[in-house]
């Protein structure tokens, strides 16, 4: 009599392979829940010899209550002068939108005439300055260069000198150096170098917590290096410490600034992996989002494996000849 029978090749197969599967989807687990272990060990362990110098390297950061009035370093290790000088974050707070400065061709505009649409970069500098402006505007402007957003289209870029003493010739030859730089020549109308008077200088570095003095000794400001990005309406959102800005904190925060309006599904997935520390001014990783995500890929992937073998093996029976 002849007779067909059932392969069971397809689903012996499938033992192993989904086996397979699920080994590496519990490494991956395995591998995620480890670097969450080892990842605040490793960062407590550092901590202690990276703190006394940390406001130093990164030259924005110097809390008020460091330091003492006497003159003597404080237990933080910071030397009094750099109590005066530094950003207290004030996230949320507008900048007044009708400051009067002079731009770069000597025309009275309000701050707030680059508002409303896109966020603002803001740099606070002197274009005066022997050393750590020129780095800061250098620093970051080939940090927005590294960018795909374009200054003028996602963003704008305002620059304001806090010494009430600067021309608007001493802003047009910043900004011819810095477009230069950028290499973008069509985005000039999204740079605008500010200067004005010491009252509406005191305001605007009030409003967004700058602090800095006058050195009559090297006849010099002294101040902290950073930037301020503001949201279409003109509120703090960020602020980035120091002299070199990575392209991943610029561009995040960019794109929270604008309230997602820009960027891409990408910026988002590192929006959920990475959060904004106000203490660093800058954007480290969320360890637990991070395994959080590690575990949703290996399910996603262990359950399209075993989709796809499931549906290999219901394409249907294949003979095996006659018994």
Known sequence: MRMRRRDFAPRVAMAPAALLALAVAAAGLGAAAAAARSLP?????????????????????????QGTAS?????GGMPSPFQRLGFDQKVGQRVPADLAFRDETGRTVRIGDYFGKRPVVLSLVYYGCPMLC????????????????????????????????????MAAAAKLRALHDYGRPETAEGWHFLTGGAEPIRRLTQAVGFRYFYDAQVKQFAHAAG???????????????????????VRLGLV???DNRIGSPVDQ??????????VQGRYSAATLNIVRLCAILCVVGLG????????????????????
Do not use: W
Request: neutral net charge; contains cysteine.
């Open 41 to 65: 060990a490793a960062a407590s362990s550092t901590a202690p010899q990276s703190q006394p110098s940390q406001p130093f390297m990164q030259y924005g950061l110097a809390p008020a209550q």
């Open 71 to 75: 003159g003597q370093a404080a237990p």
């Open 134 to 169: 020129p780095l800061t505007l250098s620093g970051l402007t080939r940090s927005l260069k590294s960018l795909s957003f374009d200054a003028g289209r996602e963003f704008e870029v305002v620059v304001v000198s806090f010494d009430p003493r600067e021309t608007p010739g």
């Open 227 to 249: 930037i301020v990005l503001l949201t279409p309406q003109g509120a703090a959102s960020r602020y980035l410490y120091g002299i070199d800005f990575p392209v991943r904190n």
């Open 256 to 258: 929270e600034a604008a």
């Open 269 to 278: 997935v590192l929006l959920y992996c990475f959060h904004y520390d106000p």
């Open 304 to 323: 399209t494996m075993i989709a796809l073998l499931l549906r290999r093996e219901h394409q249907g029976p294949n003979p095996l000849g006659t018994a």
